[in-house]
């Protein structure tokens, strides 16, 4: 909960700022910092981290910029979606108009905003997600209905060429390490790909996805 100075009725929402950059770090501290309304209550560097920078600062909401080049950490979102006390997350995305702002918000973040957004747009977000409210652009609003109206119509989400072929490496009982290797990217990318994978079929794990996979003709082992 935001706290309250006694004797006052002003609200101060404090916030985590997350990001692998020191630069933007530093912009998104000042950002905070000259906002009355909000307080910093602690700066991360580390996705990995990111689970015990929010209890340790006790954050009302958390600003998560993911860098240039850093794939969207899927995974992390979704744990912060599954825990007792989820605290918002308001993410910031170099190609929000692709598919990676509708999977932050479908993973459970709370605003998707472009990493040059306005000060006041990022503000914005933070407060609504204090509130328990939600806000992203129009644009990505639509592609986020469309897509959902899609889903309703014809069923399954496709995957992407590089998610068929991390479901086929999990179909071989290839490990995580292991796809990574064979792709030549890291074992947190490979992450991403298995909780999109997992998202899309509505599978809770690797066996159920390759079953999935198997019945929709995805894959062939």
């Given at each position: 909960?935001?706290?309250?100075?006694?004797?006052?009725?002003?609200?101060?929402?404090?916030v985590l700022?997350?990001?692998?950059?020191?630069?933007?770090?530093?912009?998104?501290?000042?950002?905070?910092?000259?906002?009355?309304?909000?307080?910093?209550?602690?700066?991360?560097?580390?996705?990995?981290?990111?689970?015990?920078?929010?209890?340790?600062?006790?954050?009302?909401?958390?600003?998560?910029?993911?860098?240039?080049?850093?794939?969207?950490?899927?995974?992390?979102?979704?744990?912060?979606?599954?825990?007792?006390d989820?605290?918002?997350?308001?993410?910031l995305?170099?190609?929000?108009?692709?598919?990676?702002?509708?999977?932050?918000?479908?993973?459970?973040?709370?605003?998707?905003?472009p990493?040059?957004?306005?000060?006041?747009e990022?503000?914005?977000?933070?407060?609504?997600?204090?509130?328990?409210?939600?806000?992203?652009?129009?644009a990505?609003?639509?592609?986020?209905?469309?897509?959902?109206?899609?889903?309703?119509?014809?069923?399954?989400?496709?995957?992407?060429p590089?998610?068929?072929?991390?479901?086929?490496?999990?179909?071989?009982g290839?490990?995580?390490?292991?796809?990574?290797?064979?792709?030549?990217?890291?074992?947190?990318?490979?992450?991403?790909?298995?909780?999109?994978?997992?998202?899309k079929?509505?599978?809770?794990?690797?066996?159920?996805?390759?079953?999935?996979?198997?019945?929709?003709?995805?894959?062939?082992?």
């Amino acid at each position: 909960m935001a706290a309250t100075f006694p004797g006052t009725r002003v609200i101060v929402i404090r916030v985590l700022v997350v990001s692998p950059l020191a630069d933007t770090r530093r912009a998104l501290e000042r950002l905070v910092t000259r906002d009355p309304g909000l307080a910093l209550v602690g700066t991360c560097r580390s996705f990995d981290s990111l689970g015990g920078a929010i209890a340790e600062s006790r954050a009302d909401v958390v600003v998560l910029d993911c860098g240039p080049e850093s794939p969207l950490p899927i995974p992390l979102l979704l744990d912060q979606r599954s825990s007792r006390d989820v605290t918002p997350i308001v993410v910031l995305l170099d190609e929000l108009e692709s598919e990676a702002g509708a999977r932050a918000l479908r993973a459970g973040a709370r605003a998707a905003l472009p990493r040059d957004a306005a000060p006041e747009e990022i503000r914005a977000a933070v407060r609504a997600a204090a509130a328990g409210l939600a806000s992203l652009p129009a644009a990505l609003a639509l592609a986020v209905l469309n897509d959902r109206s899609s889903d309703g119509a014809h069923g399954d989400r496709t995957l992407t060429p590089r998610e068929r072929e991390i479901l086929t490496l999990l179909g071989d009982g290839l490990v995580n390490k292991e796809i990574g290797v064979r792709l030549r990217i890291s074992e947190h990318t490979v992450k991403s790909h298995l909780a999109a994978i997992y998202e899309k079929l509505e599978a809770s794990n690797r066996a159920e996805a390759v079953a999935t996979g198997l019945r929709r003709g995805l894959i062939m082992l």
